[in-house]
């Protein structure tokens, strides 16, 4: 049960951590450091990726500018966007749900089978 590095869950994770942090060091969202390109993910799914983090309730403070060509949709500037405190809980219960796979995980690879 690999998680592809595309997946959504994976693509999420990365931006809600990355403002996550911004959070905490009071630093503001940069565009250099958030986006498509830097998370190795097509510019569609990253509109995509942020519009679901948007509805979720996860983020605030994108801004989507739909157009008739999906691929040419844009955003407001990741100067706005901001996690939320859901954002924040999705990322916690996400870490320690990696973190128990991970253990099962070791523990299957040195438990006899039964």
Same mark, same amino acid.
């Given at each position: 049960m690999s998680m592809k590095s595309n997946s959504y869950a994976r693509v999420a994770c990365k931006i809600l951590k990355y403002l996550n942090d911004c959070y905490e060091n009071g630093?503001? &969202?940069s565009i250099d450091s958030l986006n498509a390109n830097m998370l190795g993910i097509s510019d569609r799914q990253f509109y995509q990726t942020?519009?679901?983090l948007s509805d979720d309730g996860y983020?605030?403070?994108?801004?989507?500018?739909d157009v008739? /060509? &999906?691929? @040419?949709?844009?955003? @407001?500037? &990741?100067? @706005?966007w901001h996690i939320t405190? /859901?954002?924040i809980q999705y990322l916690?219960? @996400?870490?320690?749900?990696q973190k128990?796979?991970?253990v099962a995980k070791e523990a299957r690879d040195w438990l006899p089978l039964i």
């Amino acid at each position: 049960m690999s998680m592809k590095s595309n997946s959504y869950a994976r693509v999420a994770c990365k931006i809600l951590k990355y403002l996550n942090d911004c959070y905490e060091n009071g630093l503001e &969202p940069s565009i250099d450091s958030l986006n498509a390109n830097m998370l190795g993910i097509s510019d569609r799914q990253f509109y995509q990726t942020m519009k679901m983090l948007s509805d979720d309730g996860y983020v605030r403070g994108v801004e989507f500018m739909d157009v008739t /060509q &999906p691929e @040419n949709s844009v955003l @407001n500037h &990741p100067r @706005n966007w901001h996690i939320t405190s /859901q954002g924040i809980q999705y990322l916690e219960e @996400n870490s320690l749900m990696q973190k128990a796979y991970k253990v099962a995980k070791e523990a299957r690879d040195w438990l006899p089978l039964i």
